[in-house]
Structure formats: C-alpha cells, structure tokens
C-alpha cells in the first residue's frame, strides 16, 4: 500500500509558478514509478509527468514541455511538479500517482496506477 498526499496548489496568474508536492508513505519510495495527471470537469484525467523507476528518467507532456518539472527526493520520499510559465489551460486538479509495478509502455496512462492522492487544485488566471 501507498498513500500520497498532495500540496502546493492555488491561483496564480498567467506566466506565474507554483511547485506541487507530493509526500509517499507506506512502503518503500525507491522502485516507485511516480506520476502527475491533471483532470478538468467534464474530461479524463491527463497525463502530466512521469518519473520512471528503472531509468530515473523523466517524460512530459508535449503542452507542458519546458515549462514543467518533475523530480524526487527519496530521503523525504516527496515528489515535486514545478510548474513555471502557468498558462490558463494548466488550470485543473492535479494528481499525483504512483504504481511499483508499472510497465514502462502503461506509465502515461492514468488507468494503469494503483495509487493516488486526493488531488490539488491549481487555477491559473488571465
């Protein structure tokens, strides 16, 4: 088991940044494939970010490419999303995922993980 719970959202202004968090308990945070999906009303949740757990790699997103990052600090078991140059279509509830078991052809798909968090509002205005 894995519990996940989420900080850092709130309204910003467009170009503004904000850095999510995300703290893991539970069971160990190494070896987790750790992830971040965004959902607005009315739509599936979409991929953000992904960190994957055998590489240390990190993909993303085309339409947040170069504006986003997502990275890990094992010693707190904590995942981040920063997110810089906010646009108005970043605005939704972020998620943060996990799954230790993941294969790597399932990691941008939100129905493949086991684990969520209860999910942070980010709202960015124009």
């Known amino acids: 088991q894995v519990q996940l719970v989420e900080s850092g959202g709130g309204l910003v202004q467009t170009g503004g940044s904000l850095r999510l968090s995300c703290a893991a308990s539970g069971r160990s945070f190494t070896g987790v494939t750790m992830g971040w999906f965004r959902q607005t009303p009315g739509n599936e949740r979409e991929f953000v970010a992904v960190?994957?757990?055998?590489?240390?790699?990190?993909y993303y997103a085309d339409s947040v490419k170069g504006r986003f990052t997502i990275s890990r600090d094992n010693a707190k078991s904590t995942v981040y999303l920063q997110m810089n140059s906010l646009k108005p279509e970043d605005t939704g509830v972020y998620y943060c995922a996990a799954d230790p078991t993941i294969i790597f052809s399932s990691i941008f798909d939100s129905r493949a993980y086991d684990y969520w968090g209860q999910g942070t509002q980010v709202t960015v205005s124009s």
């Open positions: 960190l994957w757990r055998n590489t240390g790699r990190t």
